[in-house]
Protein backbone atom coordinates (compact mmCIF):
# COMPACT_ATOMS: atom_id res chain seq x y z
CA UNK A 1 0.00 0.00 0.00
CA UNK A 2 1.70 3.63 -0.81
CA UNK A 3 1.95 5.91 1.93
CA UNK A 4 1.27 8.79 -0.14
CA UNK A 5 -2.69 7.47 -0.15
CA UNK A 6 -5.00 9.75 2.24
CA UNK A 7 -7.91 8.55 4.48
CA UNK A 8 -11.48 10.43 4.29
CA UNK A 9 -12.82 10.86 8.00
CA UNK A 10 -15.53 8.29 7.67
CA UNK A 11 -12.16 5.85 6.96
CA UNK A 12 -12.60 3.94 10.67
CA UNK A 13 -16.45 3.17 10.09
CA UNK A 14 -15.01 1.58 6.92
CA UNK A 15 -12.53 -0.77 8.78
CA UNK A 16 -15.53 -1.36 11.37
CA UNK A 17 -17.83 -2.51 8.48
CA UNK A 18 -14.86 -4.70 7.50
CA UNK A 19 -15.48 -2.94 3.41
CA UNK A 20 -13.38 -4.11 0.43
CA UNK A 21 -10.96 -1.33 0.26
CA UNK A 22 -8.96 -0.03 -2.77
CA UNK A 23 -6.92 3.29 -3.52
CA UNK A 24 -8.80 5.44 -5.56
CA UNK A 25 -8.19 8.91 -7.01
CA UNK A 26 -5.34 9.26 -3.77
CA UNK A 27 -7.59 8.24 -1.51
CA UNK A 28 -8.13 4.52 0.08
CA UNK A 29 -11.46 4.11 -0.63
CA UNK A 30 -14.27 1.06 0.31
CA UNK A 31 -15.15 -0.18 -2.82
CA UNK A 32 -17.91 -2.40 -1.69
CA UNK A 33 -19.56 -3.48 1.93
CA UNK A 34 -21.72 -6.39 1.06
CA UNK A 35 -22.15 -6.89 -2.74
CA UNK A 36 -21.97 -4.57 -5.18
CA UNK A 37 -25.37 -5.92 -6.73
CA UNK A 38 -26.76 -5.79 -2.97
CA UNK A 39 -25.71 -1.90 -2.52
CA UNK A 40 -26.76 -1.26 -6.08
CA UNK A 41 -30.07 -2.73 -5.55
CA UNK A 42 -30.75 -0.74 -2.22
CA UNK A 43 -30.26 2.65 -3.46
CA UNK A 44 -32.56 1.90 -6.65
CA UNK A 45 -35.00 0.24 -4.79
CA UNK A 46 -34.83 2.08 -1.12
CA UNK A 47 -31.69 3.83 0.24
CA UNK A 48 -28.41 3.89 0.57
CA UNK A 49 -25.14 6.02 1.59
CA UNK A 50 -21.79 6.55 -0.06
CA UNK A 51 -18.48 8.32 1.39
CA UNK A 52 -17.58 11.21 -0.60
CA UNK A 53 -15.48 12.74 1.74
CA UNK A 54 -12.80 12.83 -1.08
CA UNK A 55 -13.92 15.21 -2.86
CA UNK A 56 -13.12 18.52 -3.15
CA UNK A 57 -14.52 21.83 -1.77
CA UNK A 58 -13.03 24.77 -3.13
CA UNK A 59 -14.38 28.24 -2.27
CA UNK A 60 -14.53 31.44 -4.54
CA UNK A 61 -15.19 35.10 -2.68
CA UNK A 62 -15.73 38.68 -3.69
CA UNK A 63 -16.63 41.19 -6.37
CA UNK A 64 -14.93 39.17 -8.87
CA UNK A 65 -16.09 36.15 -8.20
CA UNK A 66 -18.93 35.66 -10.59
CA UNK A 67 -16.67 36.93 -13.33
CA UNK A 68 -14.29 34.74 -12.46
CA UNK A 69 -16.41 31.42 -11.92
CA UNK A 70 -17.96 32.63 -15.59
CA UNK A 71 -14.95 32.60 -16.82
CA UNK A 72 -13.58 29.33 -16.08
CA UNK A 73 -16.71 27.63 -16.02
CA UNK A 74 -18.84 25.98 -19.29
CA UNK A 75 -22.14 27.00 -17.94
CA UNK A 76 -23.92 29.88 -17.47
CA UNK A 77 -23.01 31.17 -13.82
CA UNK A 78 -24.74 35.23 -14.11
CA UNK A 79 -28.34 34.86 -12.67
CA UNK A 80 -27.78 32.06 -10.54
CA UNK A 81 -30.50 32.62 -7.54
CA UNK A 82 -28.24 32.07 -3.89
CA UNK A 83 -28.68 28.11 -2.99
CA UNK A 84 -28.51 27.20 -6.89
CA UNK A 85 -26.87 24.41 -8.31
CA UNK A 86 -24.78 23.96 -11.58
CA UNK A 87 -23.45 21.77 -13.13
CA UNK A 88 -20.66 21.56 -16.23
CA UNK A 89 -16.84 21.69 -16.84
CA UNK A 90 -13.48 23.57 -16.56
CA UNK A 91 -11.95 23.75 -19.74
CA UNK A 92 -8.44 24.07 -21.61
CA UNK A 93 -8.00 26.40 -24.35
CA UNK A 94 -8.50 23.28 -27.23
CA UNK A 95 -11.48 22.41 -25.01
CA UNK A 96 -10.30 19.12 -23.29
CA UNK A 97 -11.86 18.90 -20.02
CA UNK A 98 -9.85 19.89 -16.80
CA UNK A 99 -12.27 18.48 -14.63
CA UNK A 100 -16.25 18.21 -14.45
CA UNK A 101 -17.94 20.36 -10.99
CA UNK A 102 -20.82 21.74 -9.83
CA UNK A 103 -20.76 25.30 -8.91
CA UNK A 104 -22.89 25.98 -5.68
CA UNK A 105 -24.24 29.83 -5.67
CA UNK A 106 -24.19 30.45 -1.96
CA UNK A 107 -26.51 32.78 0.26
CA UNK A 108 -23.76 35.22 0.92
CA UNK A 109 -23.19 37.71 -1.84
CA UNK A 110 -20.15 37.43 -4.14
CA UNK A 111 -19.54 33.81 -2.42
CA UNK A 112 -19.56 30.27 -4.64
CA UNK A 113 -18.11 26.65 -3.74
CA UNK A 114 -17.33 24.80 -6.40
CA UNK A 115 -16.96 21.02 -5.87
CA UNK A 116 -14.18 18.90 -8.14
CA UNK A 117 -13.01 15.17 -8.32
CA UNK A 118 -10.99 14.03 -5.37
CA UNK A 119 -8.23 13.04 -8.49
CA UNK A 120 -8.00 16.85 -9.87
CA UNK A 121 -7.93 18.97 -6.33
CA UNK A 122 -4.22 19.99 -6.87
CA UNK A 123 -4.43 20.49 -10.36
CA UNK A 124 -7.83 22.12 -10.67
CA UNK A 125 -6.51 24.71 -7.99
CA UNK A 126 -3.57 25.43 -9.98
CA UNK A 127 -5.37 25.80 -12.20
CA UNK A 128 -7.97 28.29 -10.72
CA UNK A 129 -5.13 30.07 -9.34
CA UNK A 130 -3.14 30.70 -12.90
CA UNK A 131 -6.30 32.36 -14.34
CA UNK A 132 -7.50 34.17 -11.74
CA UNK A 133 -5.18 37.13 -12.59
CA UNK A 134 -7.21 40.55 -12.79
CA UNK A 135 -10.50 39.02 -11.29
CA UNK A 136 -10.87 40.69 -7.57
CA UNK A 137 -11.62 37.19 -5.55
CA UNK A 138 -10.01 35.71 -3.44
CA UNK A 139 -9.32 31.26 -4.06
CA UNK A 140 -9.57 29.09 -1.26
CA UNK A 141 -8.67 25.19 -0.76
CA UNK A 142 -10.79 23.59 1.85
CA UNK A 143 -10.88 20.47 0.55
CA UNK A 144 -9.65 18.77 3.94
CA UNK A 145 -11.90 20.47 5.81
CA UNK A 146 -15.33 18.97 4.71
CA UNK A 147 -16.64 15.61 5.06
CA UNK A 148 -19.07 15.19 2.81
CA UNK A 149 -22.29 11.66 2.92
CA UNK A 150 -24.14 10.92 -0.34
CA UNK A 151 -27.49 9.76 1.00
CA UNK A 152 -29.34 8.40 -2.63
CA UNK A 153 -32.56 6.33 -3.31
CA UNK A 154 -36.17 6.69 -3.20
CA UNK A 155 -36.36 7.10 0.87
CA UNK A 156 -33.36 9.17 0.66
CA UNK A 157 -35.98 12.51 1.49
CA UNK A 158 -37.72 10.68 4.31
CA UNK A 159 -34.03 10.01 6.09
CA UNK A 160 -32.56 12.90 5.92
CA UNK A 161 -36.11 14.49 6.86
CA UNK A 162 -37.02 11.66 9.65
CA UNK A 163 -33.60 10.44 10.94
CA UNK A 164 -31.35 13.35 10.51
CA UNK A 165 -34.17 15.95 11.51
CA UNK A 166 -33.94 18.09 8.38
CA UNK A 167 -37.38 18.63 7.31
CA UNK A 168 -36.32 21.60 5.29
CA UNK A 169 -35.07 18.80 2.78
CA UNK A 170 -38.62 17.62 1.12
CA UNK A 171 -38.83 21.59 0.24
CA UNK A 172 -35.70 21.27 -1.69
CA UNK A 173 -35.62 21.30 -5.48
CA UNK A 174 -33.29 19.35 -7.92
CA UNK A 175 -30.29 20.99 -7.92
CA UNK A 176 -30.31 23.36 -4.82
CA UNK A 177 -29.19 23.62 -1.05
CA UNK A 178 -29.74 25.24 1.53
CA UNK A 179 -28.05 25.89 5.29
CA UNK A 180 -28.44 23.86 8.01
CA UNK A 181 -26.52 23.33 11.42
CA UNK A 182 -25.25 19.97 12.89
CA UNK A 183 -24.01 20.46 16.43
CA UNK A 184 -23.54 24.58 15.84
CA UNK A 185 -21.40 23.78 12.66
CA UNK A 186 -22.65 24.58 9.10
CA UNK A 187 -23.96 21.43 7.29
CA UNK A 188 -24.61 22.27 3.51
CA UNK A 189 -27.61 20.14 2.42
CA UNK A 190 -27.33 19.42 -1.26
CA UNK A 191 -30.03 18.17 -3.48
CA UNK A 192 -27.54 16.05 -5.94
CA UNK A 193 -26.06 12.72 -6.55
CA UNK A 194 -24.34 10.72 -8.95
CA UNK A 195 -27.22 7.65 -8.72
CA UNK A 196 -30.25 8.76 -11.23
CA UNK A 197 -31.84 8.36 -7.95
CA UNK A 198 -33.21 11.23 -5.86
CA UNK A 199 -31.16 12.21 -3.26
CA UNK A 200 -28.51 14.40 -1.38
CA UNK A 201 -25.75 15.59 -0.55
CA UNK A 202 -24.42 16.54 2.84
CA UNK A 203 -21.30 18.43 3.65
CA UNK A 204 -20.41 18.96 7.04
CA UNK A 205 -17.43 19.01 9.72
CA UNK A 206 -14.90 15.58 9.65
CA UNK A 207 -16.21 15.11 12.93
CA UNK A 208 -20.08 15.62 12.24
CA UNK A 209 -19.73 13.13 8.87
CA UNK A 210 -18.69 10.26 11.02
CA UNK A 211 -21.48 11.06 13.87
CA UNK A 212 -24.31 11.83 10.94
CA UNK A 213 -23.00 8.30 8.73
CA UNK A 214 -23.12 6.24 12.41
CA UNK A 215 -27.00 8.11 12.66
CA UNK A 216 -27.68 6.31 9.27
CA UNK A 217 -26.25 3.01 9.56
CA UNK A 218 -28.49 2.50 12.79
CA UNK A 219 -31.71 3.83 10.96
CA UNK A 220 -30.59 0.91 8.67
CA UNK A 221 -29.39 2.75 5.42
CA UNK A 222 -27.37 0.56 3.16
CA UNK A 223 -23.52 1.80 3.45
CA UNK A 224 -22.42 1.16 -0.37
CA UNK A 225 -19.00 1.90 -2.16
CA UNK A 226 -17.18 2.91 -4.87
CA UNK A 227 -18.28 -0.31 -7.11
CA UNK A 228 -22.07 0.82 -7.03
CA UNK A 229 -21.77 4.21 -7.86
CA UNK A 230 -19.73 3.54 -11.10
CA UNK A 231 -22.73 0.95 -12.06
CA UNK A 232 -25.08 3.64 -10.62
CA UNK A 233 -24.06 6.57 -12.53
CA UNK A 234 -22.99 4.55 -15.79
CA UNK A 235 -27.05 3.46 -15.73
CA UNK A 236 -27.47 6.98 -15.28
CA UNK A 237 -25.65 8.30 -18.29
CA UNK A 238 -23.31 10.48 -16.30
CA UNK A 239 -19.59 11.05 -17.13
CA UNK A 240 -16.76 10.08 -15.04
CA UNK A 241 -13.88 12.28 -14.96
CA UNK A 242 -10.89 10.35 -16.69
CA UNK A 243 -13.27 7.74 -18.81
CA UNK A 244 -16.07 9.65 -20.36
CA UNK A 245 -13.99 12.97 -20.05
CA UNK A 246 -10.19 13.90 -20.22
CA UNK A 247 -7.81 16.60 -21.68
CA UNK A 248 -8.66 14.24 -24.88
CA UNK A 249 -12.73 14.13 -24.67
CA UNK A 250 -14.38 17.38 -24.41
CA UNK A 251 -17.76 18.22 -23.38
CA UNK A 252 -18.90 18.40 -27.25
CA UNK A 253 -17.67 14.66 -27.67
CA UNK A 254 -19.37 13.42 -24.61
CA UNK A 255 -22.54 14.59 -25.34
CA UNK A 256 -22.66 17.44 -22.93
CA UNK A 257 -23.17 20.34 -25.05
CA UNK A 258 -26.41 21.45 -22.95
CA UNK A 259 -23.96 22.41 -19.88
CA UNK A 260 -21.88 24.54 -22.28
CA UNK A 261 -22.94 27.91 -23.24
CA UNK A 262 -21.68 28.96 -26.16
CA UNK A 263 -23.14 32.47 -26.11
CA UNK A 264 -20.73 33.69 -23.30
CA UNK A 265 -17.42 33.28 -23.32
CA UNK A 266 -14.92 31.16 -21.26
CA UNK A 267 -11.94 28.99 -21.65
CA UNK A 268 -12.04 26.76 -24.54
CA UNK A 269 -15.00 28.11 -25.56
CA UNK A 270 -14.36 28.83 -29.35
CA UNK A 271 -12.49 25.13 -29.56
CA UNK A 272 -15.88 23.93 -28.25
CA UNK A 273 -17.99 26.17 -30.88
CA UNK A 274 -15.57 24.86 -33.68
CA UNK A 275 -16.31 21.14 -32.32
CA UNK A 276 -19.53 22.02 -32.40
CA UNK A 277 -19.77 22.97 -36.25
CA UNK A 278 -18.44 19.59 -36.97
CA UNK A 279 -14.62 19.97 -36.01
CA UNK A 280 -14.71 16.20 -34.34
CA UNK A 281 -13.75 13.06 -35.32
CA UNK A 282 -15.20 10.79 -32.42
CA UNK A 283 -18.27 10.74 -30.42
CA UNK A 284 -19.35 9.15 -27.13
CA UNK A 285 -22.20 6.61 -27.67
CA UNK A 286 -24.12 4.16 -25.98
CA UNK A 287 -23.53 0.20 -26.97
CA UNK A 288 -25.94 -2.22 -26.49
CA UNK A 289 -24.78 -5.57 -27.56
CA UNK A 290 -26.60 -9.13 -27.54
CA UNK A 291 -24.97 -11.61 -24.99
CA UNK A 292 -24.03 -11.52 -21.80
CA UNK A 293 -20.20 -11.18 -22.20
CA UNK A 294 -19.12 -7.58 -20.55
CA UNK A 295 -17.71 -4.62 -22.68
CA UNK A 296 -14.93 -3.46 -20.46
CA UNK A 297 -13.34 -0.09 -20.60
CA UNK A 298 -10.30 -0.32 -23.92
CA UNK A 299 -12.05 -3.31 -25.71
CA UNK A 300 -12.17 -1.92 -29.00
CA UNK A 301 -14.99 -1.09 -31.24
CA UNK A 302 -15.17 -2.24 -34.90
CA UNK A 303 -17.67 -1.86 -37.33
CA UNK A 304 -19.51 -4.62 -39.80
CA UNK A 305 -16.56 -4.60 -41.81
CA UNK A 306 -14.03 -6.05 -38.50
CA UNK A 307 -12.38 -2.22 -39.11
CA UNK A 308 -11.69 -0.87 -35.60
CA UNK A 309 -13.75 2.42 -35.14
CA UNK A 310 -13.84 3.08 -31.15
CA UNK A 311 -13.32 2.23 -27.50
CA UNK A 312 -15.17 1.23 -24.70
CA UNK A 313 -14.77 3.29 -22.02
CA UNK A 314 -17.22 2.19 -19.43
CA UNK A 315 -19.05 -1.25 -19.28
CA UNK A 316 -21.10 -3.55 -17.35
CA UNK A 317 -23.70 -5.90 -17.57
CA UNK A 318 -26.15 -3.91 -16.20
CA UNK A 319 -27.95 -4.58 -12.57
CA UNK A 320 -30.99 -2.82 -13.40
CA UNK A 321 -31.44 -3.23 -16.88
CA UNK A 322 -30.16 -6.85 -17.58
CA UNK A 323 -28.34 -5.72 -20.24
CA UNK A 324 -24.89 -5.47 -21.68
CA UNK A 325 -24.01 -1.96 -22.74
CA UNK A 326 -21.19 0.38 -22.34
CA UNK A 327 -20.40 3.94 -23.40
CA UNK A 328 -17.62 3.99 -26.23
CA UNK A 329 -15.95 6.87 -27.78
CA UNK A 330 -16.33 5.86 -32.09
CA UNK A 331 -16.11 7.84 -35.41
CA UNK A 332 -18.80 10.37 -35.35
CA UNK A 333 -19.80 8.56 -39.25
CA UNK A 334 -21.24 5.35 -36.47
CA UNK A 335 -22.73 7.62 -33.80
CA UNK A 336 -26.27 7.83 -35.26
CA UNK A 337 -28.58 5.70 -33.29
CA UNK A 338 -29.42 2.06 -34.01
CA UNK A 339 -25.89 2.13 -36.43
CA UNK A 340 -24.52 -1.84 -35.76
CA UNK A 341 -21.74 -2.01 -34.33
CA UNK A 342 -19.60 -4.77 -32.90
CA UNK A 343 -17.30 -4.99 -29.78
CA UNK A 344 -14.28 -7.16 -29.26
CA UNK A 345 -14.68 -9.09 -25.88
CA UNK A 346 -11.23 -11.27 -25.57
CA UNK A 347 -11.29 -13.95 -28.64
CA UNK A 348 -14.59 -13.16 -29.89
CA UNK A 349 -16.63 -10.52 -31.78
CA UNK A 350 -20.37 -9.15 -30.32
CA UNK A 351 -22.74 -7.74 -32.21
CA UNK A 352 -24.35 -4.62 -31.45
CA UNK A 353 -26.15 -1.49 -32.16
CA UNK A 354 -25.87 2.23 -30.33
CA UNK A 355 -28.27 2.95 -28.36
CA UNK A 356 -28.99 6.02 -25.95
CA UNK A 357 -26.49 6.83 -23.21
CA UNK A 358 -29.20 7.29 -20.70
CA UNK A 359 -29.74 3.88 -20.37
CA UNK A 360 -31.92 3.97 -17.19
CA UNK A 361 -35.31 6.27 -17.00
CA UNK A 362 -33.58 8.70 -13.57
CA UNK A 363 -35.95 9.51 -10.83
CA UNK A 364 -34.96 13.36 -10.01
CA UNK A 365 -36.95 15.14 -7.71
CA UNK A 366 -39.17 17.75 -10.05
CA UNK B 1 -11.98 -19.06 5.25
CA UNK B 2 -12.53 -20.82 2.20
CA UNK B 3 -13.88 -24.21 1.64
CA UNK B 4 -11.24 -26.40 0.36
CA UNK B 5 -12.13 -29.60 -1.13
CA UNK B 6 -10.19 -32.98 -0.23
CA UNK B 7 -9.50 -35.03 -3.18
CA UNK B 8 -9.57 -32.48 -5.87
CA UNK B 9 -6.10 -30.80 -7.51
CA UNK B 10 -5.56 -27.11 -7.78
CA UNK B 11 -3.59 -24.91 -9.78
CA UNK B 12 -1.97 -21.65 -8.61
CA UNK B 13 -4.78 -19.68 -10.71
CA UNK B 14 -7.24 -21.23 -8.37
CA UNK B 15 -8.97 -23.21 -10.92
CA UNK B 16 -9.56 -27.01 -9.37
CA UNK B 17 -9.54 -30.64 -11.03
CA UNK B 18 -11.16 -33.26 -10.26
CA UNK B 19 -9.86 -36.61 -12.24
CA UNK B 20 -12.32 -39.02 -13.13
CA UNK B 21 -10.02 -41.38 -15.58
CA UNK B 22 -8.92 -39.24 -18.55
CA UNK B 23 -11.40 -36.76 -18.13
CA UNK B 24 -9.95 -33.56 -16.18
CA UNK B 25 -13.32 -31.86 -14.47
CA UNK B 26 -12.21 -28.12 -14.20
CA UNK B 27 -13.69 -25.47 -11.65
CA UNK B 28 -12.60 -22.75 -9.46
CA UNK B 29 -12.31 -22.70 -5.91
CA UNK B 30 -14.37 -21.05 -3.51
CA UNK B 31 -11.30 -18.91 -2.53
CA UNK B 32 -11.46 -17.31 -5.94
CA UNK B 33 -15.26 -16.95 -6.15
CA UNK B 34 -15.16 -15.29 -2.84
CA UNK B 35 -12.54 -12.82 -4.23
CA UNK B 36 -14.63 -12.52 -7.49
CA UNK B 37 -17.53 -11.62 -6.27
CA UNK B 38 -21.10 -12.06 -7.89
CA UNK B 39 -20.10 -13.48 -11.15
CA UNK B 40 -22.39 -12.17 -14.13
CA UNK B 41 -21.20 -14.41 -16.74
CA UNK B 42 -19.01 -17.11 -17.38
CA UNK B 43 -16.83 -17.56 -20.94
CA UNK B 44 -16.39 -20.86 -22.10
CA UNK B 45 -14.86 -22.61 -25.02
CA UNK B 46 -17.24 -25.00 -26.65
CA UNK B 47 -16.74 -28.66 -26.97
CA UNK B 48 -14.19 -29.87 -29.35
CA UNK B 49 -11.64 -26.71 -28.83
CA UNK B 50 -8.22 -27.42 -27.51
CA UNK B 51 -6.76 -25.88 -24.39
CA UNK B 52 -3.59 -25.90 -23.20
CA UNK B 53 -2.17 -26.46 -19.65
CA UNK B 54 -1.05 -22.74 -18.57
CA UNK B 55 -3.22 -21.08 -21.07
CA UNK B 56 -6.43 -19.19 -21.10
CA UNK B 57 -9.59 -21.28 -22.23
CA UNK B 58 -12.17 -18.06 -21.02
CA UNK B 59 -13.17 -16.17 -18.70
CA UNK B 60 -15.05 -15.43 -15.45
CA UNK B 61 -16.65 -11.39 -15.18
CA UNK B 62 -18.00 -10.04 -12.14
CA UNK B 63 -19.60 -6.74 -12.10
CA UNK B 64 -16.29 -5.40 -11.69
CA UNK B 65 -13.69 -7.11 -13.54
CA UNK B 66 -12.81 -9.98 -15.84
CA UNK B 67 -10.69 -12.74 -14.81
CA UNK B 68 -9.20 -15.25 -16.77
CA UNK B 69 -9.55 -18.88 -16.45
CA UNK B 70 -6.65 -20.89 -16.81
CA UNK B 71 -6.41 -24.50 -17.77
CA UNK B 72 -4.21 -26.68 -15.29
CA UNK B 73 -4.06 -29.17 -18.05
CA UNK B 74 -3.58 -29.86 -21.88
CA UNK B 75 -6.36 -31.50 -23.90
CA UNK B 76 -9.66 -31.63 -25.72
CA UNK B 77 -13.14 -29.67 -24.34
CA UNK B 78 -15.47 -32.95 -24.17
CA UNK B 79 -18.04 -31.01 -22.53
CA UNK B 80 -18.93 -27.47 -21.35
CA UNK B 81 -21.56 -26.77 -18.10
CA UNK B 82 -23.89 -24.60 -20.32
CA UNK B 83 -26.19 -24.25 -17.31
CA UNK B 84 -23.66 -21.44 -16.49
CA UNK B 85 -24.61 -19.82 -18.96
CA UNK B 86 -27.85 -18.43 -17.05
CA UNK B 87 -27.13 -19.24 -14.11
CA UNK B 88 -23.50 -17.60 -13.79
CA UNK B 89 -23.76 -17.35 -9.76
CA UNK B 90 -23.69 -20.77 -9.30
CA UNK B 91 -20.24 -20.65 -9.13
CA UNK B 92 -20.86 -18.53 -5.89
CA UNK B 93 -23.63 -20.53 -4.72
CA UNK B 94 -21.16 -23.21 -4.45
CA UNK B 95 -17.88 -23.36 -6.41
CA UNK B 96 -16.84 -26.77 -6.54
CA UNK B 97 -20.26 -27.97 -7.70
CA UNK B 98 -20.37 -25.88 -10.26
CA UNK B 99 -17.92 -27.67 -12.65
CA UNK B 100 -17.04 -25.35 -15.99
CA UNK B 101 -15.68 -27.56 -18.71
CA UNK B 102 -14.33 -31.18 -19.04
CA UNK B 103 -11.60 -32.13 -20.76
CA UNK B 104 -9.55 -35.49 -22.05
CA UNK B 105 -6.49 -35.12 -20.86
CA UNK B 106 -4.08 -35.48 -23.56
CA UNK B 107 -0.74 -35.44 -20.97
CA UNK B 108 -1.78 -36.67 -17.63
CA UNK B 109 1.71 -36.47 -16.53
CA UNK B 110 0.59 -32.90 -16.25
CA UNK B 111 -1.38 -32.94 -13.31
CA UNK B 112 2.00 -33.14 -10.95
CA UNK B 113 2.51 -29.73 -11.20
CA UNK B 114 -1.09 -29.16 -9.49
CA UNK B 115 -1.45 -28.66 -5.87
CA UNK B 116 -3.22 -31.31 -3.03
CA UNK B 117 -5.50 -29.61 -1.13
CA UNK B 118 -2.72 -29.09 1.55
CA UNK B 119 -0.64 -27.19 -0.61
CA UNK B 120 -3.34 -25.36 -1.65
CA UNK B 121 -4.49 -24.22 1.45
CA UNK B 122 -0.98 -22.98 2.28
CA UNK B 123 -0.99 -20.97 -1.11
CA UNK B 124 -4.06 -18.80 -0.04
CA UNK B 125 -2.68 -18.57 3.16
CA UNK B 126 -5.31 -20.06 5.03
Redesign the interface.
Known amino acids: MSEDLKLTCLYPCHMQLQAKMSPFAGFMMPIQYSSITQEHLAVRNKVGMFDVSHMGEIFIEGPGAEAFVNHIFTNEVRGMAPGQILYGMMCYPDGGVVDDLLVYREFSPEHYLLVVNAANIDKDFAWMKENAAGFNCTLRNDSELWGQIAVQGPEAEKVVADVLGYPQARELGFYTFCDAEYKGKRLILSRTGYTGEDGFELYCTPENTVEIWQKLLAAGVEPCGLGCRDTLRFEAGLPLYGDELSPEISPVMAGLSMFCKLDKDFIGKDALVAQKEGAIERKLVGIEIEDRAIPRAGYPVVNMEGEEVGVVTTGYHSISLDKSICFALVRKEYSALDTPLQICIRKKVFPGRVIKKRFYKTNYKK | MSKIMEGLLYSESHEWVKVEGNIAVIGVSDFAQKEM??I??V?MPEVDDEVAAGE?FG?L??????SDLIAPVSGVVVEVNSDL?DA?EAINEDAFAAWIIKVEMSDKAELDALMDAAAYKAHIGE
Open positions: GDTYDEAESVKAAEP
